[in-house]
């Protein structure tokens, strides 16, 4: 069965700064992974993404993300921080090309940028 | 392209009602899922819809039922409603059978008092 741990409810982390959100998974087959914005009041925005290749994904506003396969971890990073980063985000989970199509989402980390 | 669209944005309901929410994809994408949100369960998928047929359910209640149309939009239904269903109900679309990429609607916010 597919899970995803987001091992950090809250994050706080200096503007400026560099920033890393957390993320295990755990799927039968390979990993689609994905990252995910939500600000208040409102959907999910993607940030990037994992599918196949390149072990770093770079996405929107500055983010990538690193897949480690043997660590089974896809951790969030951005190497200077703003305060308007400051919102929750999620890490999700699909199993590859044989899986069922839905994504399996952690509990969220909620980044707080100190100015 | 527009994004997907989520109606209606807020909805206050009874007990014991039922309520309908409605999902329109971006244009070409023929694949709707949807998932609630809430504090204590987090993101929970419902179901996903694709050309018409539902491919794959969560572990929900019958009470939760959805359907999808020739235009690829998709409703939710929510019947004999609980204080429990109170939560954020995202809609997701996607092009193909195959998903790398899911655009979330800004989501129904359903309360049940």
Redesign the interface.
């Known amino acids: 069965a597919q899970s995803v741990a987001q091992p950090e409810d809250q994050v706080n982390v200096a503007e400026g700064n560099p920033l890393t959100v957390k993320c295990t998974y755990s799927v039968s087959g390979n990993p689609?992974l994905?990252w995910?914005v939500q600000y208040p009041?409102?959907?999910?925005?993607?940030l990037l993404?994992y599918?196949t290749g390149d072990n770093l994904v770079k996405g929107s506003y500055g983010f990538e993300a690193e897949f480690n396969k043997s660590q089974t971890s896809f951790h969030l990073k951005k190497p200077s921080a703003l305060v308007s980063d400051s919102a929750l985000y999620?890490c999700?989970v699909?199993e590859g090309?044989t899986g069922?199509?839905?994504?399996?989402?952690?509990?969220?980390t909620r980044l707080t940028v100190i100015p | 392209k527009a994004g997907v669209t989520q109606t209606p944005r807020y909805l206050i309901k009874t007990r014991g009602q039922q309520v309908t929410l409605s999902c329109s994809p971006i244009s070409g994408h023929r694949s709707v899922s949807w998932y609630q949100q809430t504090p204590g369960q987090g993101l929970q998928f419902l179901f996903e819809y694709f050309s018409e047929t539902q491919r794959n359910k969560g572990n929900f209640p019958g009470r939760f039922s959805g359907r999808q149309f020739s235009n690829s939009r998709s409703e939710m239904n929510v019947s004999t409603l609980e204080l429990g269903d109170s939560a954020l109900y995202l809609c997701a679309s996607s092009e193909a059978v195959f998903n790398y990429g899911y655009t979330f609607g800004s989501g129904t916010r359903l309360t049940v008092v």
């Open positions: 689609y994905f995910y009041n409102r959907g999910l925005q993607f993404k599918i999620f999700a699909r090309q069922a199509n839905n994504l399996f989402f952690g509990t969220g």
